[in-house]
């Protein structure tokens, strides 16, 4: 049976797990320093008291910065939550009506529509025929063009 193999650590890599010859360098205060061999690179976030971080490993050559690794960490979750906060999620609100429907609750059924347009979420209409009702599908079809018209302000339809 074979090992696994080591997979790789979750997040950038860091001061002696940089493995090139040179890399871009910018420092602690955020200014490019330029290419430097990463002896050099190193000697400087250890002089700083900081790490020495990997932030664009595909560049060429790497881009690092000297950094708290923490502190970044931290921001990065910050970043990381605040984008998840901002998400929306878009509900398939749903109207029930029936062919033989009253203007006043029809009216009710108009206002709750324009509330959850204004909330960002979608709205299907559903149109419930009973019984005897099927033998006049015309009624449906006018209910149903009604609520295109009163829609059409509010929403794409």
């Known amino acids: 049976m074979r090992a696994a193999p080591e997979r790789e650590p979750a997040g950038p890599r860091m001061n002696e797990d940089i493995r090139v010859r040179e890399v871009r360098l910018i420092d602690e205060n955020g200014d490019n320093v330029g290419v430097v061999p990463i002896a050099d690179a190193l000697a400087r976030a250890v002089a700083a008291g900081l790490d020495l971080v990997e932030i664009s490993p595909d560049a060429?050559?790497?881009v690092t910065k000297v950094l708290d690794y923490g502190k970044y960490k931290y921001q990065e979750q910050k970043k990381a939550a605040e984008a998840r906060k901002r998400q929306k999620i878009v509900e398939i609100k749903e109207i029930k009506m029936r062919p033989s429907i009253d203007d006043h609750?029809?009216?009710?059924?108009?206002?709750?529509m324009k509330r959850f347009f204004d909330d960002g979420d979608k709205v299907k209409v559903t149109l419930r025929f009973r019984g005897r009702e099927l033998s006049h599908q015309e009624?449906?079809?006018?209910?149903?063009?009604r609520v295109k018209a009163d829609t059409e302000p509010l929403a794409k339809v």
């Not at 609750?105 to 709750?112: G, I, P, W």
């Open 60 to 62: 060429s050559p790497p």
């Open 105 to 112: 609750d029809y009216d009710v059924k108009m206002r709750s």
């Open 139 to 145: 009624l449906g079809w006018q209910v149903l063009k």
